[in-house]
């Protein structure tokens, strides 16, 4: 019988093999990431990836990190969220509508990195946790899945997981392409699985890498892994998420796929989204029932 830990984590991959990311992570990663997660008091949440033909950020990311953000609110954490300008709208938009207390940092292309030296006060308190954020290639670049050099648009936040390295935070990183921060674990995989993964892979290696069909399934797929630790479903409702990504489309939000506002997801229907979020409900709650 599948434990709800497998059934969590199978419902994540779905479609991992799209973009040839699968078998990067394991269930056991995920366990890990929410153990980590309910230890620590501070958490930093780094998002946000620019469409640079449209100049503005996909709705994946967004949407799953705000979602978690709610839940380690409600489990009394202290929540940082830090993005750039292209999905600044978007991340106040979803902060309002989820009642959402902590603070939103915009890092602007612009500012020196001595803007964001002192987030970190103790490996004991902090960790850092990235989720569709764009990561520089060993050359120092960002490219698109497709092989587009996005550099210009993507106002650089690897040097913040750099930093926690070197003081000993911990950094947990998800994506679904192989071009996000923390991705660098997973490297020789990429090179051999993602198309054009020599150029577009992320060299900073995450010390626990997490993936996922699409970034935002993986987000609530950790979510749904903290309600079996806390025993009581932390998951939103369709309903909720239907509203939220509509207030992303009206805020200017893209699928990063179809590269203009929908009510889609890298190319996923609404409907196919929620069909992702209703199992992972099912499995939690089939689980609590049995306890």
Not at 1 to 12: A, E, G, R, V, W
Not at 35 to 43: D, P, Q, S, V, Y
Not at 120 to 125: I, L
Request: charged letters at 20%.
């Amino acid at each position: 019988m599948q434990t709800p830990l497998n059934c969590i984590y199978d419902i994540s991959q779905r479609q991992a093999e799209r973009r040839g990311t699968q078998g990067f992570s394991t269930a056991a990663a995920y366990l890990q990431a929410a153990k980590l997660l309910l230890a620590k008091k501070r958490i930093f949440l780094v998002t946000g990836f620019c469409i640079a033909s449209c100049q503005v950020g996909e709705n994946d990311g967004p949407l799953g990190t705000m979602a978690l953000a709610k839940t380690l609110e409600l489990l009394g954490k202290e929540v940082i969220v830090i993005s750039d300008k292209y999905s600044q709208d978007m991340l106040l938009t979803l902060k309002e509508y989820l009642k959402i207390n902590g603070s939103l940092l915009i890092r602007q292309r612009e500012e020196p990195e001595a803007e964001f030296t002192n987030l970190f006060k103790s490996p004991d308190d902090d960790l850092l946790l990235a989720i569709e954020r764009p990561g520089r290639n060993i050359e120092g670049n960002v490219f698109s899945m497709s092989g587009e050099e996005i550099s210009d648009f993507c106002p650089d936040t690897d040097f913040l997981f750099w930093q926690a390295k070197e003081k000993g935070v911990c950094t947990i990183c998800l994506g679904d392409g192989g071009n996000e921060v923390g991705m660098g674990q997973a490297k020789s995989k990429i090179l051999k699985q993602v198309p054009l993964g020599s150029t577009i892979a992320a060299e900073f290696p995450a010390d626990i890498l997490l993936t996922a069909g699409v970034s935002n399934w993986g987000a609530w797929s950790l979510i749904a892994v903290l309600s079996l630790f806390e025993e009581k479903n932390l998951l939103h409702d369709l309903n909720t998420e239907t509203q939220m990504m509509a207030l992303l489309m009206e805020a200017g939000a893209v699928d990063g796929v179809v590269k203009k506002p929908a009510m889609s997801v890298d190319g996923y229907s609404l409907q196919e989204n929620l069909a992702v979020l209703k199992d992972l409900h099912t499995c939690v709650s089939t689980y609590l029932k049995s306890m």
